[in-house]
């Protein structure tokens, strides 16, 4: 199982950004696949996850600006990210969970991409 994210980069306050992940090895459309982001000395947080019914959850800090989707056909997840904040500032990782059900928890997630580094800065 491989998981290839791309989509980091540098961006100004305000911008937008894409990040998609692919999914190899086996085929993503039963399991929920979620998006995290660790910055700099914090944790790791879920910031988004999709199920295979299609249903998207956020946390409360992105909600309204960023936008999960996924092409089950393709194994593609997407992440679309506006309206960026200098708090947004992260490593964002793809993971695919073990359940089909949505979840934000770290431990749910057997399967993660390399992360690839956000800097929304001016």
């Known amino acids: 199982v491989q998981l290839q994210a791309s989509g980091g980069g540098l961006v100004q306050p305000g911008g937008s950004l894409r990040h998609a992940c692919a999914v190899s090895g086996f085929a993503v459309d039963y399991y929920a696949i979620g998006w995290f982001r660790q910055a700099p000395g914090k944790k790791r947080e879920g910031v988004s996850c999709?199920?295979?019914?299609?249903?998207?959850r956020y946390s409360d800090s992105v909600k309204g600006r960023f936008t999960i989707s996924r092409d089950n056909a393709k194994n593609l997840v997407y992440l679309q990210m506006n309206s960026l904040k200098p708090e947004d500032t992260a490593v964002y990782y793809c993971?695919?969970?073990?359940?089909?059900?949505?979840?934000?928890?770290?431990?749910?997630?057997?399967?993660w991409g390399q992360g690839t580094l956000v800097t929304v800065s001016s």
């Open positions: 999709t199920t295979r019914a299609g249903t998207t």
């Open positions: 993971a695919v969970s073990r359940w089909s059900r949505q979840s934000s928890y770290v431990y749910d997630y057997p399967y």
